[in-house]
Structures are given as structure tokens and as C-alpha cells.
């Protein structure tokens, strides 16, 4: 019995949470590997919609256990609301759920500096959650990061923190025109912290190590998504971690013994929020319909999504670096009604194929479409491969044959009940 890792293989929401949520039955311990509250995961449970920022998607599940990874940056003070909006809704937390001592705290400082690196390049912005990711994953680089262990020892806490506010009330000062932090400020956040979650504190990478010695199945949760990661997406349109497969070894420490399947969770078509370069962006009125009919607003910020077609030449390149052995294909409800299917099956670069460019070079391709007969009979209610309309499943074909990788499950609808296996 391995562990399975859930990766989005698009540039995110492609349905990671709701799948995470039906792939919990058959696990053990959920996951969350890399990134932070820049993450919005919907899953819909009897018309009740949960958002997750921090929070694996499998502590909707009372007898599972969930784990925020070493790999994740943590906002305290985000944590504890969306512990206690969870714990308010009945949803047991503190019984579920352990912290990393070796995650990374994201403090009020790195929201700042985000927000106002954003404003600083203006013409070259990327668009971020202004959740301070990309500033506290620098601080982890630079080793003045405050880990998440670190609050055990308070004597040893307050010593790092006044070091590190040295060198960020300069920056914070001289740089950006903002207003320095207090020693006490920070620590003041930390200790409530501790006094409301120090007790979830562990040294995960033993534990799941432990756990896996004992049979237990573990379900890796990725955030963002493949064309979003550091190293291998749109740079500089990215995040500032790796939600691909490297990311999910390194934000757990699981080696890649321990994993036996990589899930890639994709759209049936394509989204992506903020900037970058997206080949396969729909013309206005296609880009409309594709908004509306999947309900195409951002769970973290409310920002319209930009929208398109699928693009089988990126899920090629995610399933060859992620090594996916499967695809979950979500949301094909929201196809219906579209008399043609547009899916790029390559790309040309100044009159040439172009099809292995990196991504970061993705602003100078241009999408090469295959059209595919679209269906009018509304899905949702299908739960099987052989109820889809017979366009339908020759739309599923057409994209498994491209890629290369088996689609094994398909969601029509938001809510728990609307997946099924192929
Ligand atoms: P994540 O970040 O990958 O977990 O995805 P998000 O939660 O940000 O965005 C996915 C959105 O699509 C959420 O509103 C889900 O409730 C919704 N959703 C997921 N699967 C389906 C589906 O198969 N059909 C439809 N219509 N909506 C879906
Ligand atoms: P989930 O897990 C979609 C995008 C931002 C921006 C870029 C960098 O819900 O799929 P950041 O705040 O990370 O520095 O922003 O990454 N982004 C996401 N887009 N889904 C997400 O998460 C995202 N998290 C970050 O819009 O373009
Ligand atoms: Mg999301």
C-alpha cells in the first residue's frame, strides 16, 4: 500500500479539494504539502460549501487524520480563524490535525512586502494572493525564517525574532515606506498561536514515516498547481513553491519509494488567475460562457478567473514531469451546451511547431486547435462513463489518447456525490 499524491496539472482550481475529499475514504492521513493560504479548495458536502486556505481538505472526514507539512508556510493568525470557523460548523480540528514544526510562519511583515512588491513593479506585476507567500519563502532561502517549532522555546523565539526584525524593519522601512514591527507585535501573534494550536506541533516527517510503517494509507495534497510552480511553470508568472511532484517529496519528506500513485487532477478546460501567459485563453464570448457556466470566480480573493480551452501539450509536460499515472478530470459539466470543443494540441512559434518550448516561453506560442463535437444533454446526473452523451465520452478519448495518461475519474458537479470512476 503506497501513498498517492494529488496535483493540480493545470495553473490551479482545477477540483484538487473535491477530489482530495472523495479520495479520503480509501486513505488514512491527508496531506497539504507546499504553499499557503494563497490556496482556496472548495468542497461542497450536502449543499454546504467549505473553503480551505490551510487546512487539508480531508478533515471533513471525522476518522481520518490531516497534516500540515513542513513544506507549507503557515499564517497564524489565518489558521486560527479558519480552525475556529471549522470547529464552530462542528468539524473536529484538534483532534484531526498536526503541524510541522519545521513549516514556516508567514508574519504580518511578508503580507506587506508582497502587496507592496506588487505595487512597486506595476507594469511587470504577477497578480498574487498578497498572502506573503512569495516574501516568506525568500526568508526560508535567506535562513531568517520563524519555524513553526520555534515558539517551543520562548527565550530562544524572542531572539530570533528581534534578529530578523532588525533586517525586515529596514526593508520594511527603506525600502517600501512601511511602518517597523515591535518585537512584542510578533510575539504577541506567536503566543497565540501557541496557547491555540501548540498542541498540534509535531515533528511530521517521523510521524508519517511511522504511520506508513503501520499500514497507513497517506494522501498527499497539492496546492496551486503545475504551470504555477517555481521551477517548471510560467516563471516569473508563478508561486514560490513547488506544487509538482519534487515539491510533494520535499514538503513531507516521503521519498519517492513511499509514493505509488500521482493523480493529476485537470480541468476539462483550462483556468488561471492573475498574470502570465496562457496559450489556450478563450476568445471574449467563449471566455464569458466557460466563466459563468463553471462559476469561474476565485475561493481566495473573488477574482475573475481567465479562462480557455483545454491544452493537452501542457497536461503532456505535467504528466511527464509530475509522472502522473492517472488524470481526474473535473467540471466536464460545464462543456455542455457548446456546439464545438476547442483543445490545443500544440503550439507554433513564429511559423514553426513548437510544441516542447518551456513555459516560461509561453507568452510567444500560439495554441493549435483540434475541434471536437460538443453534447447538449446535461450531464450532472450521469455516474457512469457509459451514461455520458456518446459526444462526451468521445471528448474524454480524445484528450486521454492526447496526453497519453488514463482519465480514472470524472466529476459533472460541485458536490461530493458528482464523481465517478471511469
Ligand atoms: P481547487 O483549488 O483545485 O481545490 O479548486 P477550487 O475549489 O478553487 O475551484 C474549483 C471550483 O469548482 C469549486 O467552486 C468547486 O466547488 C467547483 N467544482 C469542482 N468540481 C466540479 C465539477 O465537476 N463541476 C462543477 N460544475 N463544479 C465543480
Ligand atoms: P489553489 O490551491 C490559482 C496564483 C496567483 C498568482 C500566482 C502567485 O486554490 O489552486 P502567490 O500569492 O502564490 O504568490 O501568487 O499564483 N495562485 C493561484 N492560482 N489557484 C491557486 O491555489 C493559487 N495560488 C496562487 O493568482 O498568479
Ligand atoms: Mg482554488
Known sequence: MGSIVAIGAQWGDEGKAKMIDYLTRESDIVVRYQGGANAGHTVVVNDEKFVFHLIPSGILHEDKKCVIGNGVVLDPILFIEEMEVLEKKGINVKDNLVISDAAHFILPYHKIIDAA????QQENKIGTTKRGIGPCYSDKCLRIGIRVGDIMDEKYLKSRITTVL?????QLQGTYNEKPFTVEEIMDILMTFKKKAGNLIKNTQTYL?????????????????????????????????????????????????????????AKAYVTRVGEGPFPSEADEEAGERLRVNG???????????????????LLKKSAMINGLTQIALTKLDVLTGFEKIKV????????????DVCLSRYYKVKPIYVEIDGWEENISKCRSFEELPINCQNYVKFLEDEVGTPITYISVGPGREYTFKK
Open 117 to 120: 512588491l506588487e505595487e512597486f
Open 166 to 170: 532588525k533586517i525586515k524593519n529596514l
Open 209 to 265: 514515516h511511522q504511520e506508513i510503517a503501520h499500514g497507513k494509507k497517506i494522501l498527499l495534497e497539492g496546492a496551486q498547481g503545475y504551470g504555477l510552480d517555481m521551477d517548471h511553470g510560467t516563471y516569473p508568472y508563478v508561486t514560490s513553491s513547488n506544487p509538482s511532484i519534487g515539491g510533494a517529496l520535499l514538503g513531507t519528506g516521503l521519498n519517492s519509494v513511499n509514493v505509488t500513485e500521482v493523480i493529476g487532477i
Open 295 to 313: 462559476n469561474e470566480f476565485g475561493a481566495t480573493t473573488g477574482r475573475p478567473r481567465r479562462t480557455g480551452w483545454f491544452d493537452a501539450t
Open 344 to 355: 490545443c494540441v500544440g503550439y507554433d512559434m513564429d511559423g514553426e511547431r513548437a510544441d
